[in-house]
């Protein structure tokens, strides 16, 4: 039904984000790697999936097209709801999760939350084929996926007074040099 939407993020968490587009707010439930992509008050493109439970309509977004395509691949499998598949793409990259399950690596996907062994060698069975013929992209060589310690860090250098992207990028080269914890990133980017 809805395809995309265009317009300003006006609001975001880690599981959510509101964009405004055309004077009304739509809410759409969201990966945390979509939640790292999203910049509040800037216009952003986020694709969509509606998906109606009970007759209680939700909206999905996806900072990607691949992202949302191995969203309903992982949804066509049954038991496999919206909440394990942002799950899944709030811990794994989505390259890295169709490799997951076509090479059957069940163990690696039960170390999400909610995804536990039946489903997790479900997907890699009734998915193996699917995701080998599906068009996902070249992901980012050497990305560091996001973490919530990252994300308050982040946080923390804006009400500093550093830009985002500023406070994004000096945090993600402290992550590879090592700090992980909120306090040793902070202190890190201060430092540089």
Do not use: W
């Not at 994004?168 to 402290?174: C, G, H, I, L, S």
Request: with cysteine; proline share 3%.
């Amino acid at each position: 039904m809805y395809d995309h939407l265009f317009g300003e993020v006006v609001e975001k968490t880690t599981a959510r984000a509101v964009l405004r587009c055309g004077g009304v707010g739509y809410e759409c439930r969201i990966s945390l790697s979509t939640a790292t992509a999203l910049v509040v008050g800037s216009p952003q493109l986020l694709f969509t999936m509606l998906h109606v439970v009970d007759g209680t309509p939700s909206l999905l977004g996806f900072a990607t097209r691949a992202e949302r395509e191995l969203a309903k691949k992982v949804m066509s499998v049954s038991g496999v709801g919206p909440s394990i598949a942002l799950a899944l793409l709030s811990v794994y990259a989505p390259r890295e999760l169709a490799d997951l399950i076509t090479q059957g690596n069940a163990l690696a996907l039960r170390r999400v939350k909610g995804v536990g062994q039946k489903t997790s060698e479900r997907l890699c069975l009734e998915l193996r084929d699917a995701l080998q013929k599906l068009d996902l992209g070249a992901e980012a060589p050497g990305r560091i996926r996001p973490t919530q310690a990252a994300d308050d860090a982040i946080a923390a250098l804006v009400t500093l007074g550093f830009t985002e992207k500023d406070a994004r990028d000096k945090v993600e080269r402290a992550r590879a040099a090592g700090a992980a914890e909120t306090e040793a990133l902070v202190r890190a980017v201060l430092q540089m």
